[in-house]
């Protein structure tokens, strides 16, 4: 490879894109690493110590460059009386596990930013990616006095501008066909459904910034696909949330499965801001009543989401995914990212 991530070794243009909440683990991420490929740890409702301790996981099991998602702060406040309303509403779901969300508090945070940035400072890893929102422009400093590659998730023209003019050194061009969060500024706007393609050309067109193309990407033509748009890797999530190093739950890669025949829908029904999900019961009884704010919202679901995934209930639990899962496949992460790369 060439361009913005030269001098980091990989031989790959294949990216294992970070997801939270548990999918992404130093073991999928020093896979990725040991097949030259870029692999970001997610930063993202992990405590600092945590994230120190999968920064350190990845240098001692893995080989290569690597990267950290974090979550830059771009709160949504949830209007109070919408929240009680919601979380009144959730009452019979969550007594199901023995949960009183009804009772639950309006919890609002930064996810720990300031002490994340502090560590990425501190103990610097060789590219920093952010998601939701820019960056106070003294973090992007500091950041940037380290020598980590600092990129943005973007999903519009106006985004990628805003960035561009923040001085990070590339964008992750994120279409509305990926699943989990949107990396959208404006999450009470989602973005238009535009075709990765198209939407890598009209950004590629407005800023002069190296690219990475998320969205979509499945299969190895996606990549192909991809890199004649313009950019200069194409990053992959729900294509590895089966494989053998995925963290996610035994119930999310069954659903990818047994679900085949679901379709996709954007939601804010699990967190209060726009993310694309396998369309489920939970998703059909409160998608229309969810309230718009973030994080208050995931607060309030995440005991509901945790027992159900533990309990195999598919009903009630996040069960983020891109528009192409269907192309995710099981197996080792080394295996799935070759197919990826394949054509490239």
Same mark, same amino acid.
């Not at 490929?37 to 990845?58: C, K, S």
């Not at 309303?85 to 300031?114: C, F, K, P, S, T």
């Not at 610097?124 to 960056?135: A, D, I, N, Q, R």
């Not at 313009?230 to 729900?238: K, P, R, Y």
């Given at each position: 490879?060439?361009?913005?991530?030269?001098?980091?070794?990989?031989?790959?243009?294949?990216?294992?894109?970070?997801?939270?909440?548990?999918?992404?683990?130093?073991?999928?991420?020093?896979? $990725?690493? +040991?097949?030259?490929?870029?692999?970001?740890?997610?930063? *993202?409702?992990?405590?600092?110590?945590?994230?120190?301790?999968?920064?350190?996981?990845?240098?001692?099991?893995?080989?290569?460059?690597?990267?950290?998602?974090?979550? &830059? #702060?771009?709160?949504? !406040?949830?209007?109070?009386?919408?929240?009680?309303? /919601?979380?009144?509403?959730?009452?019979?779901?969550?007594?199901? /596990?023995?949960?009183?969300?009804?009772?639950?508090?309006?919890?609002?945070?930064?996810?720990?930013?300031?002490?994340?940035?502090?560590?990425?400072?501190?103990?610097?890893? #060789?590219?920093?990616?952010?998601?939701?929102?820019?960056?106070?422009?003294?973090?992007?400093?500091?950041? @940037?006095?380290?020598?980590?590659?600092?990129?943005?998730?973007?999903?519009?023209?106006?985004?990628?501008?805003? &960035?561009?003019?923040? *001085?990070?050194?590339?964008?992750? %061009?994120?279409? &509305?066909?990926?699943?989990?969060?949107?990396?959208?500024?404006?999450?009470?706007?989602?973005?238009?459904?535009?075709?990765?393609?198209?939407?890598?050309?009209?950004?590629?067109?407005?800023?002069?910034? !190296?690219?990475?193309?998320?969205?979509?990407?499945?299969?190895?033509?996606?990549?192909?696909?991809?890199?004649?748009?313009?950019?200069? =890797?194409?990053?992959?999530?729900?294509?590895?949330? @089966?494989?053998?190093?995925?963290?996610?739950?035994? %119930?999310?890669?069954?659903?990818?499965?047994?679900?085949?025949?679901?379709?996709?829908?954007?939601? +804010?029904?699990?967190? *209060? +801001?726009?993310?694309?999900?396998? +369309?489920?019961?939970?998703?059909? @009884?409160?998608?229309?009543? $969810?309230?718009?704010? /973030?994080?208050?919202?995931?607060?309030?679901?995440?005991?509901?989401?945790?027992?159900?995934?533990?309990?195999?209930?598919?009903?009630?639990?996040?069960?983020?995914?891109?528009?192409?899962?269907?192309?995710?496949?099981?197996? $080792?992460?080394?295996?799935?990212?070759?197919?990826?790369?394949?054509? =490239?």
């Amino acid at each position: 490879m060439s361009g913005l991530f030269d001098g980091l070794g990989l031989t790959s243009p294949v990216v294992a894109a970070p997801m939270a909440g548990g999918p992404t683990t130093p073991s999928l991420v020093a896979a $990725a690493g +040991r097949a030259g490929v870029l692999g970001f740890l997610a930063a *993202g409702y992990r405590t600092p110590e945590d994230l120190a301790g999968q920064i350190a996981a990845v240098r001692r099991v893995g080989k290569g460059a690597f990267g950290v998602n974090v979550f &830059a #702060p771009n709160p949504v !406040p949830v209007d109070p009386a919408e929240f009680r309303a /919601y979380a009144q509403a959730l009452r019979g779901d969550g007594e199901v /596990y023995g949960l009183d969300l009804a009772a639950a508090h309006i919890v609002e945070n930064d996810d720990h930013w300031h002490a994340k940035v502090a560590l990425l400072v501190s103990d610097p890893v #060789p590219v920093v990616s952010f998601t939701f929102g820019l960056p106070p422009r003294g973090d992007l400093e500091a950041l @940037r006095r380290t020598g980590s590659i600092l990129l943005q998730t973007v999903t519009s023209v106006e985004e990628a501008r805003a &960035a561009d003019e923040a *001085g990070v050194d590339g964008l992750v %061009v994120q279409a &509305a066909a990926a699943g989990a969060h949107s990396g959208t500024f404006t999450p009470a706007e989602p973005p238009r459904d535009v075709p990765l393609l198209e939407l890598l050309q009209e950004i590629g067109n407005a800023v002069n910034l !190296p690219l990475v193309g998320a969205g979509g990407v499945a299969t190895a033509d996606d990549v192909v696909a991809v890199l004649g748009a313009g950019a200069e =890797a194409a990053m992959a999530g729900t294509a590895l949330l @089966r494989t053998d190093e995925s963290g996610a739950s035994a %119930v999310h890669k069954a659903a990818l499965v047994e679900m085949s025949t679901v379709d996709t829908v954007v939601t +804010r029904a699990f967190s *209060g +801001r726009p993310a694309r999900a396998l +369309r489920n019961a939970f998703v059909d @009884r409160f998608d229309g009543r $969810a309230p718009l704010g /973030y994080p208050a919202v995931h607060h309030l679901t995440t005991p509901l989401r945790r027992a159900a995934a533990a309990s195999g209930d598919t009903d009630r639990v996040n069960l983020w995914a891109g528009k192409r899962f269907r192309h995710a496949r099981a197996g $080792a992460a080394r295996a799935a990212l070759a197919r990826l790369a394949a054509k =490239a």
